[in-house]
């Protein structure tokens, strides 16, 4: 139901857009996130964003240089990278949640990953220093 793609091998300092297409469902139904999980580690929340776009949150190390955004009609959700480094090798997921949050009166952050209910197959995105 989700497919991400635009992963692929980049010089440090280089950039990417992944997207993410959901498909059998509507966009709009979910709020969505990136995560990445890197050779021999646990998998990590990169970037979260609510309904209808209204609230949007990263993790320390990407902010300023990757920018998550969605595009409800198209069904499409994107994570551009910017000013990558080699420590963002990793293989990167999209998810949805149907958790409320970033809203009047929800929570402000996004939901734990165990709170996620569909997953992409994962893109890998490797940078080369």
């Known amino acids: 139901q989700l497919q991400a793609s635009g992963g692929g091998l980049v010089q440090a300092g280089g950039s990417l857009r992944l997207s993410c297409t959901i498909s059998?469902?509507?966009?709009?139904?979910?709020?969505m996130g990136w995560f990445r999980q890197a050779p021999g580690k646990g998998r990590e929340f990169v970037a979260g964003?609510?309904?209808?776009?209204?609230?949007?949150d990263y993790t320390d190390s990407v902010k300023g240089r990757f920018t998550i955004s969605r595009d409800d009609a198209k069904n499409t959700l994107y994570l551009q990278m910017n000013s990558l480094r080699p420590e963002d090798t990793a293989v990167y997921y999209c998810?949805?949640?149907?958790?409320?949050?970033?809203?009047?009166?929800?929570?402000?952050?996004?939901?734990?990953?165990?709170?996620?209910?569909?997953w992409g197959q994962g893109t890998q995105v490797t940078v080369s220093s």
């Open positions: 059998g469902r509507a966009l709009s139904s979910y709020a």
């Open positions: 964003i609510s309904y209808a776009g209204r609230t949007i």
């Open positions: 998810a949805a949640t149907h958790s409320i949050w970033g809203m009047a009166g929800t929570a402000p952050t996004p939901p734990p990953s165990d709170q996620y209910v569909h």
